[in-house]
């Protein structure tokens, strides 16, 4: 009876430790399909941004989870510089690398002049990377000359660590409709001192604003109208 149970247990034994192996595999397994699919997951091609889903895609002031985003602004409403041509054939030969540490993606300031507001971007190209709740400006200015290579060098180097040299802009991140500032009392303007404070007790707002910090991209840079 003893020899029996003794067998028995050692049976046990064996069948936990061989379930304890395959759900030890599993586990791996699972996390190689995980990182395998995170990695894939990056687009191979240049994002195009609008203000329609640049909120969307990117989520900016909203937790920024959708990853590392690395943001192209040109201007298509003026002639194509070098800096400009270089600059995104740049992005397109990024975009393709399955590796990248960042999305790439780009803005056309032409058709989305909000988006170069709300970041207060007065030239073309600009380079801001979102990352870790936060944003980061990067400058051409030590790309001496409008080389696609160079400037793919440049971006590469501050996307995967160089960015940790600047101080984490968060201010610029946070996007507010402005009010309507609509008055709620009488509009005539004839209205004596007395309405018209009457009217702003009963709920006029002040406009809202969006907070912005300066940008720059340093050289080759086109001013925005």
């Known amino acids: 009876y003893h020899q029996s149970v003794a067998l028995n247990t050692v049976d046990v034994s064996a069948k936990m430790g061989t379930q304890s192996s395959h759900l030890l595999l599993l586990g791996f397994l699972y996390s190689a399909v995980v990182l395998l699919t995170t990695a894939s997951c990056q687009p191979l091609e240049v994002v195009i941004l609008t203000e329609t889903n640049f909120e969307h895609q990117t989520q900016a002031a909203s937790g920024q989870t959708t990853g590392h ?9 003026l002639a194509e510089g070098s800096w400009q041509v270089a600059a995104e054939d740049a992005w397109h030969s990024m975009a393709a690398d399955a590796d990248k540490a960042a999305v790439m993606a780009k803005v056309d300031v032409a058709a989305n002049s909000r988006l170069a507001k709300r970041f207060h971007l007065s030239s073309t190209p600009a380079v801001l990377l979102f990352r870790d709740r936060g944003m980061y400006t990067l400058s051409l200015a ?20 160089g960015y940790e040299q600047q101080v984490r802009n968060q201010l610029a991140l946070h996007h507010r409709r402005r009010s309507s500032c609509r008055s709620r009392g009488s509009s005539s303007r004839s209205n004596s001192n007395s309405s018209r404070s009457s009217s702003s007790n009963r709920g006029n707002r002040p406009c809202m604003h969006v ?6 991209s340093g050289v080759g840079q086109r001013h925005l109208a």
């Open 69 to 77: 985003w690395c943001v192209l602004f040109i201007n298509s409403s």
């Open 211 to 216: 907070t912005v910090t300066a940008c720059s």
């Open 142 to 161: 030590g790309v001496r000359s409008p080389d696609a290579g160079k400037v793919a060098a440049a971006v590469t180097a501050f996307v995967e660590g």
